[in-house]
């Protein structure tokens, strides 16, 4: 189908649709299992059991890698108490040289993540749609293990960044493994991946002196992305808070480019990827994200390794947007052009499962740090379409874990398919498989013709017979034309404080550039042919002239709105909201633990912080438990705050660290909430606003108060709080 010429195709504008409404609360799909351990059951997943036949339990007696017990560790082979280690140390030699090799090559890109185990299970079989195994049953459940990350930084870079995240799945399913190696953003930078080494040493440190790290806020990357228009569109989500998630489990998932499902008949349907975070999407602030970055650089990491240790297992419905084959020229866009997408409002997105994660790695080189995604790791039932930049990425993936993990990566444990692999790729380094026999090859008669083909077996792979036919020529079809209609259509799906935030954004990355050329290039071929508010935004806080601004005519009157492209919603519920509880000697102690079951029992975290660790004494004389030392807790790492205060509430008041903790939380528009003792140390923080609509609560007896800071952890920020940042 898609081999059809169709340069002149017209662009239709978007159907109008309603405003986003600020306080719709985040809906899960009707009828389906929203809340946690649906479906997980408990026990291990198939893929850890395969794991455990690899996993090993340290024993008593240390020995050399040749199983030698070893008398003495900390000393070398010397000869004499002060003379040269000996050449003939062959456990020292062992292992040093075993810890000189202990690294890889980390990942060119999304070289920082983080991975979980689980399970998908779809709600019910979609046979109609796809051979695909793990659609076929709704009473199965398809082991998956899925990596988080962050694309520009290198391993140790901090998680909160302004960045693209990965969100990488791999199914193993009972007929071989399927990739879904998809981002946290529905389209991508650009349109063809023979620009994707150019778009990743544009972002990546620059060379001359490796600065700076994980970050889009300099001259090389802009200066791409200005002379780049293709890339307008992932720029508004680059810059939107979607690029600074609150944590892995508040992202959505997109699989980005249009792959195909292919069902028994061999009829095809063309579809699009999604994850919905069952607790809603939910980002950071800016300044927030930055400083969270310093005071724990593994927030995201930490986050999800936490959730799960405490069972608070992250959930996402896949969803698919379906589209006909004959439907392909329906919707004003290319669907083979990955720097579009099919608003939801136009294709819905049907929720046909669930991926909960259940449990985190044991080992994470062996597995996070190991693992291998391809978006060529397909099963039968899905397969691929012309995107440019897909048909590059079925390349490159399979090149670098070659390179990045070794000739034999499918065999580590945990890329390892739970079926037998039988076929005649024989050795290479690191082969772990004994093949028996002496026939490897085919056609062989001396092993009865095996491992052999499965031409009549349906659950063998079949590529889709698509009909292609053209000449061979570097263009880019004039359907790939169109770079602004969907950056404007993001931009006038935000309500106004997420406008803000972009505009912030783009002036923040736009004021580390030092190169005014480039500066005023973004001005002038981005920002003025997305929206004329947009480019005075960010002129208001650049100082970058609006002349130059060269409009395209817009190919769309009205690029129309997408509501579901805005965050601007309330959370279901506050399950792993963090909150700190600021105290001091003499607390309540029967009010602090009543603000702790009340929220432990809607499953926040609540922590007491305190002048000093360990514990302090209560106003009954008895000790009360502190979590963490207030020079060790930062404002950033909480959703929201609970100022108690206690006997010694004036001299709190009068800490600084106390009154910055306020303060900053305040700026970050977080729930704040303060009783008895607690009013005082809060009027000590002298904020600009006490009012409960903007989520400061004091004047209430301690149920109101509770209900009130719930309801406000609820709305996540009050980005509406009348402070500018920048
Ligand atoms: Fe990629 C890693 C996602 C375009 C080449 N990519 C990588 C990972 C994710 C994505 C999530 C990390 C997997 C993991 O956790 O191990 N990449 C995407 C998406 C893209 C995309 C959603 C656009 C739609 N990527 C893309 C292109 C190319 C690559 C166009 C090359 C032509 N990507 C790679 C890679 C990586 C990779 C070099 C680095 C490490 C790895 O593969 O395993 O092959």
């Known amino acids: 189908m898609s081999d059809t010429r169709f340069d002149d195709m017209p662009v239709r504008p978007l159907p109008p649709t309603p405003s986003p409404t600020p306080d719709a609360p985040f809906q899960p799909a009707a009828g389906k299992p929203a809340m946690p351990g649906v479906p997980f059951v408990g026990g291990d997943t198939a893929k850890q059991r395969d794991l455990a036949a690899d996993t090993h339990e340290a024993g008593v007696a240390l020995t050399t890698n040749q199983g030698l017990k070893v008398s003495d560790d900390q000393n070398s082979l010397r000869a004499g108490p002060r003379g040269p280690t000996l050449m003939e140390d062959f456990h020292l030699r062992e292992k040093i040289t075993h810890f000189d090799h202990e690294r890889i090559p980390e990942r060119v890109v999304h070289a920082r993540g983080a991975g979980a185990h689980g399970v998908f299970q779809v709600y019910e079989p979609l046979t109609d749609l796809t051979t695909a ?26 998680d909160t960044v302004r ?11 009972e007929e071989g493994v399927w990739d879904l190696v998809g981002n946290n953003m529905p389209v991508f930078f650009i349109q063809d991946a023979i620009k994707f080494p150019d778009l990743i040493h544009a972002v990546k440190p620059e060379p001359h002196n490796e600065i700076p790290q994980a970050q889009s806020a300099h001259d090389t990357f802009w200066d791409f992305v200005s002379l780049t228009p293709e890339s307008a569109h992932m720029l ?3 810059m939107s808070d979607r690029a600074i998630p609150r944590s892995y489990a508040t992202m959505e998932g997109f699989g980005v480019h249009t792959f195909r499902l292919v069902n028994a008949e061999g009829r095809a349907r063309f579809v699009k990827f999604h994850w919905k975070p ?17 005071k724990d650089p593994d927030f995201h990491r930490r986050d999800l390794f936490d959730a799960i240790e405490r069972g608070d297992f992250p959930q996402w419905e896949l969803g698919l947007q379906v589209i006909e084959e004959e439907d392909e020229f329906e919707y004003g866009v290319d669907i083979l052009d990955p720097t579009k997408i099919i608003p939801e409002e136009v294709v819905p997105v049907r929720r046909v499962g669930l991926m909960t994660l259940t449990a985190n790695p044991g080992n994470f080189f062996a597995e996070t740090e190991q693992v291998a995604f391809h978006v060529g790791h397909v099963v039968p039932g899905i397969d691929f379409t012309n995107d440019p930049l897909l048909q590059g990425r079925l390349f490159s993936y399979l090149d670098t874990q070659l390179r990045r993990v070794g000739p034999n990566f499918a065999e580590l444990p945990i890329n390892r398919p739970l079926q037998p692999v039988d076929n005649n790729q024989r050795d290479g380094m690191g082969r772990r498989q004994i093949d028996k026999g002496r026939v490897a090859y085919f056609p062989n008669s001396l092993a009865h013709g095996c491992p052999m083909q499965s031409p009549e077996a349906a659950d063998a792979f079949r590529s889709y017979a698509e009909k292609v036919d053209g000449a061979k020529v570097r263009v880019r079809s004039a359907s790939f034309g169109d770079h602004f209609s969907q950056a404007a259509l993001f931009w006038n799906s935000m309500s106004t404080w997420e406008q803000d935030h972009i505009a912030a954004a783009f002036s923040f990355e736009l004021n580390q550039c030092t190169d005014s050329l480039v500066r005023q290039r973004v001005m002038d071929d981005i920002l003025g042919n997305i929206a004329p508010d947009l480019a005075q935004a960010v002129s208001a806080r650049t100082g970058l002239s609006l002349a130059g601004a060269k409009p395209h005519p817009p190919s769309v009157p009205d690029v129309g709105r997408s509501p579901a492209l805005s965050q601007d919603r309330r959370a279901e519920d506050i399950r792993g909201r963090k909150v700190a509880v600021l105290v001091d000697a003499g607390v309540e102690a029967e009010q602090l633990s009543i603000i702790q079951e009340t929220l432990m029992d809607e499953e926040a975290i609540v922590e007491v912080v305190a002048p000093v660790a360990g514990t302090i004494t209560g106003g009954d004389g008895n000790p009360v438990p502190v979590t963490r030392a207030a020079p060790n807790a930062a404002s950033v790492l909480y959703d929201g705050v609970i100022v108690l205060g206690g006997g010694l509430a004036s001299a709190m008041g009068e800490m600084g660290h106390t009154r910055h903790f306020i303060n900053e939380a305040f700026l970050h528009g977080k729930p704040i909430a303060a009783i008895d003792a607690g009013e005082g140390v809060l009027a000590a923080a002298h904020l600009p606003t006490l009012v409960k609509e903007q989520g400061v609560i004091t004047g209430e007896a301690l149920e109101e108060m509770l209900t009130l800071f719930v309801e406000a952890l609820r709305r996540h920020r009050f980005p509406q709080r009348d402070v500018r940042l920048v």
Do not use: H, I, N
């Not at 195994?133 to 990350?149: G, L």
């Not at 995240?165 to 399913?173: H, L, P, Q, S």
């Not at 980002?283 to 310093?294: I, M, P, Y």
């Open 133 to 158: 195994a793990p659609f076929q049953d709704s009473a199965k459940e398809t082991p998956v293990f899925v990596r988080f990350s962050t694309v520009a930084g290198s391993r140790g870079s901090a």
């Open 163 to 173: 960045d693209v995240r990965g969100f990488a799945v791999k199914f193993y399913t």
């Open 236 to 238: 508004m989500w680059l």
């Open 278 to 294: 069952l607790k809603g999407v939910f980002s950071l602030v800016w300044d927030e994200a930055q400083k969270t970055a310093g």
